[in-house]
């Protein structure tokens, strides 16, 4: 019993690895013309390829097909990866944007009683329905962009009972189906009123982190990886450290933000504790650049924010260059109101100078690998979930190229429907 897509313009997918890609590899991708894809009952790839030879495969092993979309004028693409996103919060900032605009920096608007201490106190209000609903519409908004797998971070809480709350919200979330959430327990995102980066580390190592991790052994939560705003003014680097060693050392993956607004000195850490990841990265140095690249660390970039926060761009192509492989994220948050992943391909390619294979790349398999998803999600490869966009036009391309409305005509998760565009006939195509 199995699905099949058939007769595609293209097929694009990238490393058929569950390592990232990094280097002149990030600049290459794998188009195979007039192609198939085989999906089976459980929602996992079966067969990939040239249409010829996926259907040796079917009469070779006598699958019996349950269903068959013609894809010929189309493309098939694999589900976009969002590497960071904080998508569980109440209360907007639409109010900080003219502030922006008038010059106010990130922290002079935090400072001013907005950012990220304005959203802690409308989440703390809000009730674990209210989250949960407001989540539930964003990741019906990110499927439709093509998203079928994303990291979501807690950090509106700042006490143990809301980053509870936030972690639950996404655990419930995560099972609808409409896409794989891989959770981030980001307790230290900031400071509270009154409170030292010394002061909050305790708090967090004494109180928050042990509740975390006993819902998660209650099978209350599912979170995965641990994350600290290390930066000049909230978190200090040796402070950072400890908070990440202690989350490491409880079995969660460490992917955090870093060398953002200020140079500490964040990559270099990460080098020596072997975190999994870093974003932002705007202000990395050579040193930190070379130990993400021994150690093979994501750089995840987030182009949407250094865009409306007017940051410095990082130095992609060092990076890239020195063998550091970049992963992307759209960094959805109150402060950051971009649930697009093709919009953070397009400015990737505009803003950072990232070639579309680059950025293709980076919003598939390397931000899988940055949560550690590569081995499941991120290319369209046999025994991988079957995690697809048909895209409605000739060249896979047309994803970043056509900016602000891509031609998403379908979206698969796992081998089911979870998005369809109004103009696209898929009765059609069905034989």
């Known amino acids: 019993m199995a699905l099949l897509l058939t007769h595609a313009a293209q097929l694009v997918t990238c490393s058929e ?15 195979i013309e007039d192609a198939s894809v085989l999906v089976d009952a459980d929602g996992s790839i079966v067969a990939v390829g040239a249409t010829e030879q996926v259907e040796l495969v079917i009469k070779e092993q006598q699958i019996e097909l349950t269903q068959t979309i013609d894809a010929r004028g189309l493309c098939i693409l694999p589900g976009l990866v969002d590497a960071h996103t904080h998508p569980v919060w109440a209360g907007d900032r639409v109010h900080e944007f003219g502030m922006k605009l008038r010059g106010a920096t990130y922290m002079e608007v935090h400072a001013a009683g907005g950012g990220i201490g304005f959203t802690v106190s409308k989440t703390r209000e809000a009730s674990e329905e ?3 609903h407001s989540l539930v519409q964003r990741i019906h908004r990110m499927a439709s962009l093509g998203t079928t797998l994303l990291e979501g971070k807690s950090g509106y809480g700042l006490e143990t009972a809301t980053e509870l709350k936030m972690l639950r919200v996404l655990s419930r979330a995560g099972k609808l189906g409409l896409v794989d959430i891989v959770s981030s327990y980001c307790g230290a995102h900031s400071l509270n009123p009154g409170e030292s980066s010394a002061q909050a580390t305790e708090r967090i190592l004494s109180q928050e982190l042990p509740a975390i ?6 099978g209350e939560i599912d979170v995965s990886l641990i994350d600290v705003f290390c930066e ?7 402070d950072s450290k400890q908070i990440l060693i202690a989350g490491k050392e409880k079995g969660l993956k460490v992917n955090f933000h870093g060398d953002e607004l200020n140079p500490t000195g964040s990559a270099e850490m990460a080098g020596e504790i072997q975190a999994i990841a870093v974003s932002h990265l705007e202000c990395v140095s050579a040193d930190g650049i070379k130990a993400l690249a021994e150690k093979k660390i994501l750089a995840v970039m987030l182009p949407t924010t250094a ?6 761009h990082p130095p992609i192509r060092t990076m890239i260059d020195s063998g550091v492989p970049i992963a992307l994220g759209t960094d959805f948050n109150p402060n950051a109101y971009c649930l697009s992943m093709p919009m953070a391909m397009f400015l990737a390619c505009t803003m950072f100078r990232m070639t579309p294979e680059e950025s293709f790349v980076a919003a598939t398999i390397n931000s899988a690998a940055s949560m550690g998803k590569a081995e499941t999600h991120g290319s369209l490869t046999k025994g991988k979930r079957a995690d697809l966009i048909l895209l409605a036009a000739p060249r896979w391309e047309h994803i970043i190229y056509q900016v602000s409305d891509p031609p998403i005509a379908a979206v698969f998760k796992s081998g089911r429907i979870v998005f369809q565009a109004p103009y696209f006939d898929m009765n059609s195509r069905l034989a």
Request: proline share 3%.
């Open 17 to 31: 690895d569950a390592v990232p890609v990094c280097g002149k590899r990030m600049d290459r991708v794998t188009i």
């Open 130 to 132: 209210e989250l949960f």
């Open 213 to 218: 991790l006993e819902s998660q052994h209650k």
């Open 232 to 238: 000049k003014g909230v978190f200090s680097t040796e």
């Open 307 to 312: 865009l409306i926060l007017n940051l410095k």
